[in-house]
């Protein structure tokens, strides 16, 4: 039995079980099959606002669903990037902003963990709540962009803003980091 303070962890399991089957779906070359892995990348991007707004209401966060929850985040778009530069969705061009997002990503990722090991926070602003969901908005997006090729424009906006959300909030984690270790 699933006790309701267990539901925002098996949410945040959930994304990340979806991602290789969302990348199978979409990497397949049958666009039915690609709506379908849309479809599923939706519920997982949905289960990422869920998964902490339960937890918070509820009162149950706790400690490995903080530590999986950006995890499960950075799993997701990280392997709809690869797999979007793998297929041609990407541009030549859309590739800068999918290399800032993956390169900040990953430094992020770093610096959370060395600042762990010293029993120091940092904290998940506002804007970096927002920069994940423009990120996902914008993959969202270009998941259908070959199926309604005049969304082009917008997506590759929103991408290029998620990108640039996503360079400030790396910044600002890195001057976070800076501030704490003086």
Known sequence: MIKKSDIPNYLTYSRIVAI????????????????????LFALAAITD????????????TSPIGQMLDPIADKLLVGALLIAFAYDGTFSSIDLIPAIAIM????????????????KIVLKVSMLA??????????LGLLFAEPMIPAITLLSDILLWLAAILTLITGWQYWQGAQEKME
């Open 103 to 118: 390169m900040r990503e990953i430094f992020i990722s770093g610096l959370r963990e060395f600042m762990g090991n010293k």
């Open 49 to 60: 606002f869920f998964d902490g707004y339960l937890a918070r209401k509820w009162g149950t």
């Open 129 to 138: 709540k927002y920069k994940t969901t423009v990120q996902l908005v914008a």
């Open 20 to 39: 290789p089957l969302i990348i199978v779906l979409a990497l397949w070359g049958n666009e039915n099959l690609r709506w379908l892995a849309l479809v």
